[in-house]
Structure formats: C-alpha cells, structure tokens
C-alpha cells in the first residue's frame, strides 16, 4: 500500500446526509435573487405552486403561509441537467456503485434536478428488456426526474422495430452507437449508417461513443505484449488522435443520411476541433464533454499509486495535454461544444483491481454526478472564462432543448417546473471522498477548493436541499418522456436538407425546380 494510499482512497468511515423528507410544500417564493437563464440576467422573485414555476417579478401577491427563501447575493438558477450517467451499470465484469438512488441523492447535492441514463442491453438481451430493467430498477428510487437515451449494441430488423416501439411508446428520443468497445458494443461503419439513417426516420437523436475500436484493439494487443500492463496503457492505447478520426467519421457520417448527432464524451483538443469543423461545414452536431475532462488531466494515469491512477480511467481517456480542461472550457464558452456531462460511471478499489495485471481490464468510468456544476462554475465561471448565462446553457437549457424537454425543463419561466438551484458564489467547498454523497470510495476532484455552491435546490417544487441540508427523498423523482423530433435539432436537420435533383433538361422542369425553390426561399 503506497504512503498516498488513505488520501486516493478518500474514505474511511465517511458520515452520510440521511434521508429525512420534511413534509411535502406546495407554495414557496424565492425573493431578491438574480434569475439566470440562457439569454440574460434578471433581479426577479420566483413564485412556485405544485411544482410549477407560477408568477416571476418583483411586488408579487402570495397567498399567505407561503414559505419564503431570501436568495438576496445569490443567483437563482435552472437546476442542472446530467445529459450522461450510467448508475449500476454493468460493464467489464462490474455493476457501478452509484444506483439510483445515490447517483440522484448525490446530483440533487450537487444542484443537478435532473439526469439521462443509458440503458446499456446485456449479451442477449432485446432493448425492450432492457429498457423494462431500467425502469423497474430506477422508478422507485431516483430523487429527481430522469430521462433513458438507449443504448444500440447490435444492428439487425428487430433492433430497428425496437427503436420505433421505444419511440413511439416509451419515451425515448435518443440512441447512442459506439465506435469502440470492439467485440462487445461496437457497430461497424455499415452498421451505423444503418443505425444512423433509422434515427433520422423516426426522429431521433444519434448519439456515439467515438473512438476507433480496431486501433484500440490492436494498440493494447502491442502495449501489453511491451509488457505495459498499467493504467498509463489506457490513455496511449487510445491516444487523441484515435478519438478525433472518430468523431469526424460519425460526423461525415451523420451528414451523408442527414441525421443530427450527438457526440457524448468528447474528451480531447482535436477530437473537439474535428466536430467544430463539422458545425462549421453546416454538420447538425452537438458536443459534450465532460467534468472530468475540465477538471483534471491524464497525467494523473502516471502516479506512483496504481489504485489513484486506474481511479481515473474512463474512455475515451483525459488526456495528458494539461491544457485541455482549459481548452475544452473555452470551446463550451463560444459555442464549440455546447453541453456537459458527468457520465458518471463509479467503480470502487476492489473493482478497479480486476485489471491490476493488465490495463484493458480495469473497469471504465469515474464519478461526477455530484461535483459536475461545481467543476464548470469553478473552472469556467470563477475564471472567468464564461458567464453565468452560459453556465446556465452548458449545465442545463441546452441539454434541455436537444432531448426535447426544453421549456419544461431548462429555464426559469412561466409553466417550467420548478427544478431550481439557488447558488452562493461567494462560499467555497474542498471537494473530497470523505463528504461527498456519492456510493463510490474515490473522487477525481480529491481536495480541490471550489467556488461557488449550492444552497437550496428545488426539485419539482420541493426543498431537497435546504440552506445546504439534503433532504433528497427516495423515489420521488419521475421518469420523464423525451418526445421525438426535438425543434432545436430538426429545425437545423430540415433547413439544410435538400432534396435529391437531377439536372433540368426541358423547360417543363426547370420551371418546376424555380418554383420548389420559391417556396424554400
Ligand atoms: O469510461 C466510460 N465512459 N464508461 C462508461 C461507458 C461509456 O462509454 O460511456
Ligand atoms: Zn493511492
Ligand atoms: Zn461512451
Ligand atoms: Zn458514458
């Protein structure tokens, strides 16, 4: 056991916040707060009955016994909105320690209101039982209301059924592919054309896993025969640039069957470049990126303490540039990338051992459920590199607008729920295993000073967490459907489709195609 043993391990007895619910409270007024959306700031009280945003100004009339919450200094803002977990996950030979209930407990600590899991099949099983697993795991007992994006593994007639029944009956508007994870998750270029062009024609969201599972399969074959068989072997196995080739092909993709995508986890400066391009082109993509990746790096893969470095393996890996966090932060701040996850996916000491004699083996994922609006405030807003507006698009709104639960979810407005988060810039918290609500016995983030931090959050209308008090309360979250064809992205699918034309070659048709494209103009 190295002499850094205790503080990686970050736990020990930890106290844990219990779960006493106060009576449920239908009418609350959030006074003298700044109200933050996307498109501006505003000083403006906040009015909530029955878990429903009703009156927004100062003055208001409020029926009496209402309680009141002085939000005066603080900014009164949209709870955030995790667009990335995987809580019990069962992946490498491991289930992550983060259920549902402590994944969402830890996200309404940390201002998330709400979360979208994957439903990830097993070997064998259709996306209709996973999808059933998942909500009968996840219904009684998620503390706040989350979303299912699912998981395609597989390419054939049934799954593409599946997908419309998911649609059409189930509430899912989002499918993610992977381009790694060979032999296990992988889809083959083929395959995600054909995966690609059934989300265009049900109206839904491609999403990738984008790193080039053929490179990595071949460059951990030639790393272990090398003998490197630690953690540091995750990040050189699937180095930037595997990533970017990635990224641009999903995109290139994407663009050919003019279905929108959405690129989780992008992890690295060129990986990040290559969908900016894209965007640039006129591509209908989206980027996310990641707590992890803005705050912390890859050189974290080369410490002395094995258990410290394969607690920070996830993939596609951070990166051991240690600009990128700040690069990936600029890029969410002008519109490069646009949203941030957690893809919280946590595995404790005894489960990341499974790959002590070879990296390969080391289950994929870390925490960040909790720490994600604290890390972006920290490192994007107290630096100065975004404002709260943007904070607000980056966390929350934006997410929001492209799985379709945009104005429901994602602003302060008339008729919104009221998943709210009311923050203190002038506190600061030291971020660390030992306190956080998280399940799993490592943090990423041990013993950074962050500014910034969540006082109240409101979900549905409810205190959860009150005057820094968590009173996250067993399944009182709900499952949210995610109608198909989201504006946000099909606005942009259907302003850039053109269709199909040959060269006119009598007057007749010529005629024809000016008139078409009158109507377009
Ligand atoms: O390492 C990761 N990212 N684990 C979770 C699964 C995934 O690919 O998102
Ligand atoms: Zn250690
Ligand atoms: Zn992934
Ligand atoms: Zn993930």
New binding site residues.
């Given amino acids: 056991m190295c002499n850094k043993f205790l503080e990686c391990q970050g736990l020990l007895q930890r106290p844990r916040a219990e779960n006493s619910c106060t009576s449920a409270q239908n009418r609350l007024l959030i006074k003298n707060g700044k109200v933050v959306n996307e498109d501006g700031i505003i000083d403006s009280d906040v009015y909530i009955e029955d878990g429903i945003i009703k009156q927004l100004g100062r003055n208001l009339i409020i029926p009496g016994g209402t309680r009141t919450i002085d939000a005066r200094g603080k900014y009164v803002m949209p709870g955030g909105i995790d667009p990335h977990t ?1 809580f019990e996950l069962q ?1 490498m030979g491991a289930t992550s320690v983060d259920d549902f209930y402590q994944g969402t407990k830890a996200a309404v600590a940390g201002g998330t209101t709400m979360i979208i899991d994957f439903v990830i099949p097993t070997k064998g099983e259709t996306l209709l039982e996973a999808y059933d697993r998942y909500r009968a795991t996840a219904d009684e007992k998620v503390c706040c209301d989350y979303a299912l994006h699912v998981a395609v593994t597989s390419w054939n007639s049934k799954v593409k059924e599946e997908m419309a029944t998911l649609i059409k009956d189930n509430g899912v508007n989002s499918f993610k592919m992977f381009m790694a994870y060979r032999d296990l998750f992988m889809l083959r270029d083929n395959e995600l054309i054909q995966a690609f062009t059934a989300c265009k024609s049900l109206g839904a969201v491609a999403q990738v ?1 984008a790193e080039n599972g053929d490179l990595v399969a071949e460059n951990t074959k030639r790393l272990l025969e090398a003998g490197v068989t630690g953690p540091e072997g995750h990040e050189m196995s699937r180095p930037e640039e595997v990533e970017a080739e990635a990224v641009n092909r999903a995109c290139v993709i994407a663009n050919q069957v003019q279905c929108p995508l959405y690129v ?2 992008v992890m690295s400066r060129s990986a990040a470049e290559s969908l900016e391009a894209a965007r640039r082109r006129g591509v209908a993509v989206w980027g996310e990126t990641l707590a992890a990746a803005l705050g912390t790096d890859g050189t974290n893969y080369r410490h002395s303490c094995w258990r410290h470095a394969a607690g920070h393996i ?2 596609p890996p951070l990166r051991p540039d240690e600009k990128t966090p700040e690069v990936l932060m600029t890029k969410l701040a002008t519109d490069g990338l646009q949203t941030t996850g957690s ?1 919280n ?1 946590t595995f404790n000491a005894d489960q990341k051992a499974i790959g002590k004699d070879d990296f390969s083996k080391i289950p ?2 870390v925490n960040g459920v909790e720490d994600r609006m604290s890390i972006v405030w920290e490192k994007g807003v107290h630096s100065g590199i975004m404002d709260p507006t943007r904070f607000v698009a980056v966390t929350s709104t934006n997410a929001a607008k492209i799985f379709n639960l945009y104005p429901r979810k994602g602003v302060i407005a008339l008729g919104s729920d009221a998943d709210i988060v009311i923050w203190d810039p002038s506190r600061k918290r030291t971020i660390s295993a030992q306190t956080h609500h998280q399940a799993v016995d490592f943090n990423i983030f041990e013993g950074m000073e962050v500014h910034g931090v969540p006082e109240y959050v409101i979900v549905n209308g409810r205190v959860c967490l009150d005057d820094g008090d968590l009173k996250a309360v067993h399944g009182y979250g709900r499952y949210v459907e995610t109608p198909a064809y989201p504006a946000y992205v099909y606005d942009l699918v259907n302003a850039h489709e053109k269709k199909p034309r040959g060269v006119p070659r009598s007057e007749a048709e010529a005629k024809k195609f000016a008139e078409e494209d009158a109507a377009l103009a």
């Fill in positions: 995987h992946l896993h989780v986890h996830l993939s893809d996916c994929n994922g």
